[in-house]
Structures are given as C-alpha cells and as structure tokens.
C-alpha cells in the first residue's frame, strides 16, 4: 500500500491509500490536474472528476475485479457485458467533451491521474490473457470511451514509471491462484458439509425404520 509521510511546520502526518494521496498532492501543489478552490465554477469542475471517478471505481474497476475470479466463459462474458453496458450509459456520458482528456482539457487532468492506472491494467491484463480475448471486441461499443482509454494509455508516460508489467502479471496470476485455491476449498467443504448432513439424515431415517 502507498504512503506518504507529511512534516510542515507543525503537520507530522502519514497518508495511505494512492487516491488519498493524490487528491493531497494536487491540493497541496496547485497545477493543471484540478482547478483550484475558491469558485463556484472550480467547485463544480472538481465535483465532476469527483463524481467520475466514484462512478468508474464503483461500476467499472470494482465490476471487472469480480469477473477476473470467475472461470466459467459463459459467466465471465455475461459479466464483461454487463459492465459495458455500464460504460455506455454511465461513463461515456461524463467523457463527451474529453478533448483528449476529461473535461476537454488538453492536458492529463486529476480524473486520468487517479482512473488512469485502472485502465492501464485492465487492457495489460486482457493482451497478456488474464481476461478473456473478447473484451477488446466488445469495446466497439463504447467509441467514446475507447478513444479516451487510449489517450490514457499511449499518452501518459508517468503511469509506466511505476507500473512494471512482467512484475504486476506476475503477482495478479498469483493471487488469482490464492483466490481460486481458497474457493475450491471453500466448496469442498460445503459439499463435504451437505454430504454429512445426507448422511446423518439418512441414519435417523433408517433408525426410526428400525423401531
């Protein structure tokens, strides 16, 4: 997990949590990533990448996460479109005036600061395997989105400063094994469960046969 210690004049503090930190950062160092405070039109500005942002984490990030643990094709297709379905009605709207970035802007802003990282995973994962090939078909559906997702990924060199693809598949097919071994075990004791309980049932059934 990220961290960041903070000592300025009296502050002595430790952040945690990279949205944390950013949103910190951007605060603290004033730049094109967000308008500064202090109008009503800056206001509403950092509201919308506020409000993009916990949509794309909630609806999108956190719904693709979930169909990287399914192993059934069916299933796992179904999630993936449900969640574009998502991107259509719920994204792309809020990226119509990215002009190539949020918002219009020219420039990297917060909202590809802090949901960038995200998209960059998300189509590493699906070249590399680890999701299902159909996915980049099924971007087709989403113009807007998709022409955005590609400024993010082509056109923002920092994300790979950080971002070490051998390493990071390396550990997401680890801890996709550790969850898949942990669900397999937890359906090998239900049964296991189930099966005792038909067994004790049928014991009882064979005793009161017997009186």
Known sequence: MP???VQYGRVDALLTESATISRFLADAFPSHLIPTAGSVESA???ARID???DTYEVKIHDHGMGMMRLTNDAEREAHFDTMVDTIKSEIEPMLEDAAPFFAGSKTPTLAEVLIGPFVLRAHTYSRSGLTPPFIHE???RCPVYWKWAQEVIENIPSFYVTWDE????ASVKVRMAEHRAMVRKQVEAERAKIEAVAEKSKGEQVTGAGV
């Open 51 to 53: 409000f993009f942002v």
């Open 3 to 5: 961290s960041l210690h």
């Open 138 to 140: 099924r971007y087709s």
């Open 166 to 169: 051998k390493e990071g598949l």
């Open 44 to 46: 509403l500005a950092r």
